[in-house]
Nanobody, 124 residues
Framework: QVQLVESGGGLVQAGGSLRLSCAAS????????VGWFRQAPGKEREFVAA?????????QYADSVKGRFTISRDNGKKMAFLQMNSLKPEDTAVYYC????????????????WGQGTQVTVSS
């Protein structure tokens, strides 16, 4: 059974930092792209960042987080991370980790597996 479990969310003041983690099990993690998405109350889910599996230096970011967020992965530990710096109140959302064989892009449909999400709240 495939599981993706996010952790690291919480409450932080604007300008602060958080590091989200995504622990994977039940899949050959090294061969899956990883994406982070988020959903704020009353809004649609949106793409945040992605990292490929073929070439892990290939990453993508939403314009709203470029220069502030960094996605990375540790295949040996079957984990992915999202380092979030200079957080803003508009970053408040539930953050989801997703894995897909054809992922690595901003398109949610390309990710087969999803975690349950972790709440990030940024206060002003």
């Amino acid at each position: 059974q495939v599981q993706l479990v996010e952790s690291g969310g919480g409450l932080v003041q604007a300008g602060g930092s958080l590091r989200l983690s995504c622990a994977a099990s039940g899949l050959a993690f090294s061969f899956y792209a990883v994406g982070w998405f988020r959903q704020a109350p009353g809004k649609e889910r949106e793409f945040v960042a992605a990292i490929e599996w073929r070439l892990t230096t290939n990453t993508q970011y939403a314009d709203s987080v470029k220069g502030r967020f960094t996605i990375s992965r540790d295949n040996g530990k079957k984990m992915a991370f999202l380092q979030m710096n200079s957080l803003k109140p508009e970053d408040t959302a539930v953050y989801y980790c997703a894995a897909g064989r054809e992922g690595g892009t901003q398109y949610a449909a390309e990710y087969e597996y999803w975690g349950q999400g972790t709440q990030v709240t940024v206060s002003s």
